[in-house]
């Protein structure tokens, strides 16, 4: 009991800080109101351009898909916005269940640019891959406008499968920076680099027999969520591979809710399929990490009960890692991300339990052939 005590406080620090980051932090609004709303739940017939099926029924836009090449949308141009800095789009989606998890459809509320050079900058879009059914959902997202655009449109689109979407409570605010955000923010950073030091020798990372792997392992997996999602589009070629394991939006500065339901609806193997499939760098990365951290662990001759409770630090490694990417730019926080992990950890738990037993029944077989002898 005494030992069980021990072992949670010294995990306490990071599990505090773990739920400020997670429930206090989103909760922070980084910019304030700076004028009066440029779109404030519009109606159908005050749409600049509107192509395709598209119908309004109490407030409610509904874009429907007849064939897979039509893309209906709905376009409402809010004019030059030169003088803001920030646009806060919000609303409500809500899409047509999915029937095949390989032909999934892309359903847009986004905020598109028009640049001096004629150059359009599209918005963030949102893909529902998933089987199952994506319930209405709330949306909101800040997008920093670029310094040349001269004109801006919200956008509801759908493309994709066959099928429709609905869009309501549909809102555009020009917003600034509030003076304390930064503060803030960086209070918070400064705070979880405090507690990396503090539990590297905690966890007396630098005794371990693997220790270089595990910290290279570990970097990897940093560096991962806390670069920019364009670096991974536009980088290096090693960059761009990177971010075919890493499937994710680009929200322009705050995060968007995630709109794809990943739940065991549609069978277990689909379920597998989906999440690792967009999440692969997850999978691996943390699936090596806890394989090392096991291995290290066998090289110390630790007792049995040390490997549950390294696979439980890993998840909560996966978890803070995660939560990283609320102060990172263009990074959201997905709990899809967080299961990834998970399965990561199992898996490699089960090939280490494995390869263990092996490697035991050699060693019987090799003594028993020296008795014999």
């Given at each position: ?310 696979g439980l630090d890993i998840l909560l490694f996966g978890a803070v890692t995660e939560s990283l990417q609320y102060f990172a730019v263009e990074r959201t926080v997905d709990i899809q991300d967080m299961l990834c992990n998970t399965y990561g950890m199992l898996v490699a738990l089960l090939l280490f339990i494995l390869l263990r037993k092996i490697w035991s029944s050699l060693k019987w077989e090799q003594a028993g052939s020296?008795?014999?002898?």
């Open positions: 009991m005494d030992e069980s005590l021990n072992q949670l406080k010294k995990r306490l620090p990071a599990l505090i800080m773990l739920a400020a980051t997670l429930f206090v932090w989103p909760a922070i609004d980084p910019c304030r109101p700076a004028g009066q709303p440029l779109l404030d739940h519009p109606q159908l017939v005050a749409a600049d351009f509107v192509h395709g099926d598209c119908s309004a029924t109490n407030g409610i836009i509904r874009i429907n898909q007849h064939a897979a090449g039509d893309h209906p949308e709905v376009i409402f141009d809010l004019g030059n916005v030169s003088r803001y800095e920030i646009i806060r789009l919000s609303g409500c989606l809500q899409a047509d269940p999915v029937p095949d998890i390989h032909a999934g459809h892309t359903v847009s509320l986004r905020l598109d640019q028009r640049l001096a050079d004629g150059q359009l900058l599209r918005g963030s879009w949102h893909r529902m891959s998933a089987v199952g059914t994506l319930e209405r959902s709330f949306f909101i997202q800040d997008y920093m406008l670029e310094n040349d655009a001269v004109a801006t449109q919200v956008v509801l689109s759908r493309h994709g499968s066959v099928g429709s979407a609905a869009f309501d409570s549909i809102q555009a605010v020009p917003v600034v920076r509030s003076g304390f955000y930064p503060w803030v923010r960086w209070s918070f950073i400064l705070t979880w680099c405090l507690l990396g030091i503090f539990y590297y020798r905690i966890c007396r990372l630098h005794e371990r027999p693997l220790r270089y792997l595990i910290l290279l392992n570990a970097l990897v997996i940093l560096v991962g969520v806390m670069l920019p999602t364009r670096w991974f589009q536009y980088g290096p070629g090693f960059l761009r591979w990177f971010s075919q394991l890493e499937m994710q939006t680009s929200p322009a500065v705050s995060p968007a809710y995630e709109l794809v339901a990943a739940g065991l609806g549609s069978g277990l193997l689909d379920h597998f399929e989906y999440i690792i499939g967009r999440s692969t760098g997850h999978f691996l990365f943390f699936g090596s990490l806890a394989f090392l951290t096991f291995l290290s662990g066998a090289l110390e001759c630790r007792e049995y009960r040390f490997y549950p409770r390294a020296i008795n014999l002898d």
